[in-house]
């Protein structure tokens, strides 16, 4: 009995998040090897889990004195009678002449271990050894209360030199006081190395989130019981994404009234320097997570930690013992949402700052003697102030000569633009103000109504900031699978919001499932009828909108995909478009889908043809850019499918459109071709020339080679290869098609991450050139006035008998992608629209549309259309 109450008081307290008297968050963290005190213990306190405010004004809250000196991976435990906090953490300090070498085959068999009843008031340090005597380290610990045992189960990673350190496992050992453990014993044995686990209960059952060093990616496991039973979570919705560990699941939002618990799982992309990044789902059981709004955080990286809910009791009392000034931002009057900022020391009024902390500031007081003055101070550089030199400003170390305290101080006064804002009168010059001179810190006097508003400005926590955010990203998301979810448009000046709908919808009867971006309730619910206008809705209490069901057939297909290569089968009679697998972090799919149609309009996923994980031994990253061409022998098909993957061509085949494709075993292109200069061997495109019998590759970023495909189709004649680039304008997607007896070369011009992506032309009367270059030689751009960016790497269909010709390309994510920045690059989305030639065969500009084109019917005598 007494057993089952501490399982009963843990199963409360592990759900404290979504009790009624959670205070917030504490994130407890480290900040990297950049010196002794950065590999130490820092607290962080959220409201919301979202805006993350450092305590102790950004200083280490526990350092360690025993052991290496250093910690890293702080994690922090609850006792089931919440009485006890334990906190333990890597035994390790890389700056402290410590190599990653040494620290993995000679480092610390131990764990350092902290003790608070409080969160406030923590015991002093203690070293204890907890994995095996042949233990080379002894990384990322964590613990869980193992319920069965009535004890804790600590964990973490281990190499051992019983099998020469050939790959970390997880080990575990249990203990009741984390002074005395257990024999430590394989908790997680896989055939690659893993590192970096963490586990979480919700409802009766474990998750389990650990790092395959392998494919440097998240795995999700989950079972009923903590020490066996473990199955994989196939459609974990992450376990793509490269380069990531440090995983940490805490839940965000406790379940309301008809809405379930919201999850959020961090992941520190420690291969960019980025630190953590945010997924969420409503389900954990599904394993679907997605990205979240970004998270503010108070320096930058944030690296492996923990989070954990707390009381509001424990939230004041950390906020008390630690009191800090909260950072602001200081925004332009004259350019809203433009905001004071630094990057490498230089001071600009900017937009969308990234890293937030850049733009993060805290009013303090005055360095100089006057009485009632401020100085700004950096919240990523504490010892540096905003300070003018010369007629503009600086942000400079602090220092006793050259008159710096009152350079770098100010009177804060009611805003001379607007009496609820503030401006910044000057110490040093009693004339002058801070001022915003085109997105430049000038100090100017000010005589005009519009020097009064460069002169102003307003300042926002981070509260208020988010505030703004959220109002500016709100958006209604739709869970039907009859409207396309990606390309919803929420309109809050006009208050409108557009559905597109798959072709065919029953818009009289469409229940659109929505959902609001803030959590809002949404109303009415159930099947409206959008047939005979717009429906009026309501999010939350505020926001009303007019919702209209339209039916564009751009995108094409539902999803993120690009680099779209489009055959017509003779074989099926159907049309089948292959495009790379888009919206991963970096360009990092690893599978190839396939689509088909029977009139361009309505597709069907044929599912995955190629797993480079799976299916391919050569490589097993980047799977990009693949292209196609049927072969027909005395009735026979064979389809040769070129891919791009990890940089290099590879080849398979199959006996049909949709697969199984089997890889050639082998790169068919994994050199760089003499002439080239940079560039990588990416992006094939096949084609047969009807003239000579022959098939040809082309490929290349940067340069466009051309060879001969041999006659088994999964070989090249070297000797042929030629180097045949059009210009300055060429960047990669070749694609080459026959009309009339012209050959058509068509490029993408500029980065697939630009807005400005797009498609040139060039004509040849061979498969080989010479090419000829038209003076107006654009195929297809961005158009601004319908917000499609992005527009490039084409292939082209042409109808069975006749000269009926369309481009399939693809453009940035509308309506949401040109506010991506670079992550525009790897979410995008597959379009179809008309070609057309003028009478002399030049190829005319294409416009780009969300309307698409209608369906296409195909000649009678086809198999589809039979």
């Given at each position: 009995?007494?057993?089952?109450?501490?399982?009963?008081?843990?199963?409360?307290?592990?759900?404290?998040?979504?009790?009624?008297?959670?205070?917030?968050?504490?994130?407890?963290?480290?900040?990297?090897?950049?010196?002794?005190?950065?590999?130490?213990?820092?607290?962080?306190?959220?409201?919301?889990?979202?805006?993350?405010?450092?305590?102790?004004?950004?200083?280490?809250?526990?350092?360690?004195?025993?052991?290496?000196?250093?910690?890293?991976?702080?994690?922090?435990?609850?006792?089931?009678?919440?009485?006890?906090?334990?906190?333990?953490?890597?035994?390790?300090?890389?700056?402290?002449?410590?190599?990653?070498?040494?620290?993995?085959?000679?480092?610390?068999?131990?764990?350092?271990?902290?003790?608070?009843?409080?969160?406030?008031?923590?015991?002093?340090?203690?070293?204890?050894?907890?994995?095996?005597?042949?233990?080379?380290?002894?990384?990322?610990?964590?613990?869980?209360?193992?319920?069965?045992?009535?004890?804790?189960?600590?964990?973490?990673?281990?190499?051992?030199?019983?099998?020469?350190?050939?790959?970390?496992?997880?080990?575990?050992?249990?203990?009741?006081?984390?002074?005395?453990?257990?024999?430590?014993?394989?908790?997680?044995?896989?055939?690659?190395?893993?590192?970096?686990?963490?586990?979480?209960?919700?409802?009766?059952?474990?998750?389990?989130?650990?790092?395959?060093?392998?494919?440097?990616?998240?795995?999700?496991?989950?079972?009923?019981?903590l020490m066996g039973g473990w199955e994989d979570v196939s459609d974990f919705s992450l376990n793509r994404l490269?380069?990531?560990?440090?995983?940490?699941?805490?839940?965000?939002?406790?379940?309301?009234?008809?809405?379930?618990?919201?999850?959020?799982?961090?992941?520190?992309?420690?291969?960019?320097?980025?630190?953590?990044?945010?997924?969420?789902?409503?389900?954990?059981?599904?394993?679907?997570?997605?990205?979240?709004?970004?998270?503010?955080?108070?320096?930058?990286?944030?690296?492996?930690?923990?989070?954990?809910?707390?009381?509001?009791?424990?939230?004041?009392?950390?906020?008390?013992?630690?009191?800090?000034?909260?950072?602001?931002?200081?925004?332009?009057?004259?350019?809203?949402?433009?905001?004071?900022?630094?990057?490498?020391?230089?001071?600009?009024?900017?937009?969308?700052?990234?890293?937030?902390?850049?733009?993060?500031?805290?009013?303090?007081?005055?360095?100089?003697?006057?009485?009632?003055?401020?100085?700004?101070?950096?919240?990523?550089?504490?010892?540096?102030?905003?300070?003018?030199?010369?007629?503009?400003?600086?942000?400079?170390?602090?220092?006793?000569?050259?008159?710096?305290?009152?350079?770098?101080?100010?009177?804060?006064?009611?805003?001379?633009?607007?009496?609820?804002?503030?401006?910044?009168?000057?110490?040093?010059?009693?004339?002058?103000?801070?001022?915003?001179?085109?997105?430049?810190?000038?100090?100017?006097?000010?005589?005009?109504?519009?020097?009064?508003?460069?002169?102003?400005?307003?300042?926002?926590?981070?509260?208020?900031?988010?505030?703004?955010?959220?109002?500016?990203?709100?958006?209604?998301?739709?869970?039907?699978?009859?409207?396309?979810?990606?390309?919803?448009?929420?309109?809050?000046?006009?208050?409108?919001?557009?559905?597109?709908?798959?072709?065919?919808?029953?818009?009289?009867?469409?229940?659109?499932?929505?959902?609001?971006?803030?959590?809002?309730?949404?109303?009415?619910?159930?099947?409206?009828?959008?047939?005979?206008?717009?429906?009026?809705?309501?999010?939350?209490?505020?926001?009303?909108?007019?919702v209209s069901a339209v039916e564009h057939h751009n995108p094409s297909l539902t999803g993120y995909f690009a680099?779209?290569?489009?055959?017509?089968?003779?074989?099926?009679?159907?049309?089948?478009?292959?495009?790379?697998?888009?919206?991963?972090?970096?360009?990092?799919?690893?599978?190839?889908?396939?689509?088909?149609?029977?009139?361009?309009?309505?597709?069907?996923?044929?599912?995955?043809?190629?797993?480079?994980?799976?299916?391919?031994?050569?490589?097993?990253?980047?799977?990009?850019?693949?292209?196609?061409?049927?072969?027909?022998?005395?009735?026979?098909?064979?389809?040769?499918?070129?891919?791009?993957?990890?940089?290099?061509?590879?080849?398979?085949?199959?006996?049909?459109?949709?697969?199984?494709?089997?890889?050639?075993?082998?790169?068919?292109?994994?050199?760089?071709?003499?002439?080239?200069?940079?560039?990588?061997?990416?992006?094939?495109?096949?084609?047969?020339?009807?003239?000579?019998?022959?098939?040809?590759?082309?490929?290349?970023?940067?340069?466009?080679?051309?060879?001969?495909?041999?006659?088994?189709?999964?070989?090249?004649?070297?000797?042929?290869?030629?180097?045949?680039?059009?210009?300055?304008?060429?960047?990669?997607?070749?694609?080459?098609?026959?009309?009339?007896?012209?050959?058509?070369?068509?490029?993408?011009?500029?980065?697939?991450?630009?807005?400005?992506?797009?498609?040139?032309?060039?004509?040849?009367?061979?498969?080989?050139?010479?090419?000829?270059?038209?003076?107006?030689?654009?195929?297809?751009?961005?158009?601004?006035?319908?917000?499609?960016?992005?527009?490039?790497?084409?292939?082209?269909?042409?109808?069975?008998?006749?000269?009926?010709?369309?481009?399939?390309?693809?453009?940035?994510?509308?309506?949401?992608?040109?506010?991506?920045?670079?992550?525009?690059?790897?979410?995008?989305?597959?379009?179809?629209?008309?070609?057309?030639?003028?009478?002399?065969?030049?190829?005319?500009?294409?416009?780009?549309?969300?309307?698409?084109?209608?369906?296409?019917?195909?000649?009678?005598?086809?198999?589809?259309?039979?």
């Open positions: 009995m007494k057993r089952l109450l501490t399982c009963l008081i843990y199963v409360c307290l592990a759900s404290l998040a979504c009790a009624a008297d959670t205070g917030g968050y504490l994130f407890a963290t480290f900040r990297g090897e950049g010196t002794p005190m950065t590999e130490q213990v820092y607290f962080m306190l959220s409201e919301d889990g979202r805006d993350w405010q450092a305590l102790n004004d950004g200083k280490p809250i526990l350092v360690s004195t025993v052991g290496e000196k250093g910690v890293r991976d702080p994690f922090i435990i609850r006792s089931p009678d919440n009485t006890k906090f334990f906190l333990i953490a890597t035994d390790l300090s890389i700056h402290l002449n410590h190599d990653w070498g040494r620290a993995v085959r000679a480092g610390s068999q131990s764990i350092v271990v902290w003790e608070s009843e409080d969160l406030v008031n923590w015991s002093e340090p203690r070293l204890v050894k907890v994995a095996p005597d042949d233990a080379g380290c002894t990384w990322a610990p964590e613990a869980v209360y193992d319920e069965e045992r009535g004890e804790y189960m600590v964990f973490w990673a281990s190499l051992t030199a019983r099998d020469n350190f050939s790959k970390h496992r997880i080990w575990a050992a249990h203990t009741k006081d984390f002074k005395t453990f257990s024999e430590p014993f394989i908790y997680i044995e896989k055939p690659n190395t893993v590192i970096d686990t963490t586990i979480i209960r919700d409802r009766g059952v474990y998750y389990r989130f650990t790092k395959d060093e392998r494919y440097k990616a998240i795995t999700m496991e989950t079972s009923p019981q490269t380069g990531y560990e440090g995983p940490t699941c805490f839940q965000i939002a406790p379940p309301s009234e008809g809405q379930p618990a919201r999850w959020c799982l961090l992941l520190d992309w420690y291969s960019r320097g980025k630190g953590y990044q945010p997924y969420e789902t409503a389900d954990l059981a599904t394993g679907d997570f997605q990205p979240s709004e970004q998270m503010t955080f108070p320096f930058s990286p944030v690296r492996h930690g923990t989070v954990v809910p707390v009381t509001q009791t424990e939230f004041d009392a950390l906020i008390n013992r630690w009191p800090t000034i909260a950072p602001q931002r200081i925004e332009s009057f004259v350019s809203p949402d433009h905001y004071v900022r630094h990057a490498n020391f230089v001071l600009r009024v900017d937009s969308n700052v990234q890293p937030s902390q850049d733009a993060d500031w805290k009013i303090v007081a005055g360095l100089a003697s006057q009485p009632g003055s401020v100085s700004i101070q950096s919240v990523n550089f504490p010892n540096r102030f905003l300070a003018k030199k010369d007629n503009g400003f600086v942000i400079e170390p602090k220092h006793d000569g050259d008159n710096f305290a009152a350079r770098a101080s100010f009177l804060q006064v009611p805003g001379l633009a607007d009496s609820s804002a503030v401006s910044f009168q000057l110490v040093s010059d009693n004339s002058q103000y801070l001022s915003n001179e085109n997105s430049m810190l000038v100090a100017r006097s000010v005589t005009s109504k519009a020097d009064k508003e460069r002169a102003t400005f307003r300042l926002l926590d981070k509260a208020a900031v988010r505030r703004k955010q959220r109002r500016a990203s709100f958006r209604l998301q739709s869970a039907s699978d009859s409207v396309k979810s990606n390309n919803i448009v929420t309109n809050l000046e006009t208050g409108t919001v557009e559905l597109p709908v798959q072709p065919g919808t029953d818009r009289s009867n469409l229940d659109p499932q929505l959902t609001a971006s803030d959590r809002s309730d949404v109303s009415p619910t159930g099947a409206q009828d959008f047939s005979k206008g717009p429906v009026e809705y309501r999010a939350g209490s505020e926001l009303k909108f007019k680099d779209p290569d489009i055959i017509y089968s003779r074989k099926t009679g159907h049309f089948h478009v292959y495009p790379t697998s888009d919206g991963h972090d970096g360009w990092s799919g690893t599978d190839f889908r396939s689509f088909s149609s029977h009139d361009l309009v309505h597709w069907k996923d044929d599912g995955v043809i190629l797993d480079l994980k799976r299916d391919v031994t050569w490589a097993n990253r980047n799977a990009w850019a693949p292209a196609i061409i049927e072969r027909e022998n005395n009735g026979e098909y064979r389809y040769y499918y070129y891919f791009t993957a990890a940089q290099k061509i590879g080849v398979a085949v199959a006996d049909h459109p949709t697969g199984p494709f089997v890889d050639s075993g082998k790169p068919l292109v994994d050199f760089r071709p003499d002439g080239a200069r940079g560039g990588q061997e990416i992006d094939p495109d096949v084609f047969h020339d009807p003239k000579s019998g022959k098939n040809f590759l082309y490929w290349g970023n940067g340069y466009m080679a051309v060879a001969e495909l041999n006659d088994d189709m999964i070989s090249i004649d070297e000797s042929t290869i030629k180097i045949m680039t059009p210009d300055r304008t060429y960047r990669e997607g070749t694609h080459v098609f026959y009309r009339k007896g012209v050959y058509y070369f068509l490029w993408s011009e500029d980065d697939t991450r630009s807005p400005n992506y797009r498609v040139r032309y060039a004509t040849a009367t061979s498969p080989t050139g010479p090419l000829n270059i038209p003076s107006n030689n654009l195929v297809i751009a961005k158009d601004n006035s319908q917000g499609i960016y992005g527009t490039g790497h084409n292939s082209t269909i042409q109808v069975p008998g006749r000269d009926e010709w369309y481009i399939v390309y693809h453009r940035f994510n509308y309506p949401h992608g040109i506010k991506m920045g670079p992550s525009a690059g790897f979410h995008r989305e597959v379009c179809i629209d008309k070609m057309q030639f003028s009478a002399s065969g030049e190829l005319l500009p294409v416009a780009p549309t969300h309307k698409g084109i209608s369906p296409v019917s195909l000649p009678a005598n086809s198999p589809a259309a039979k």
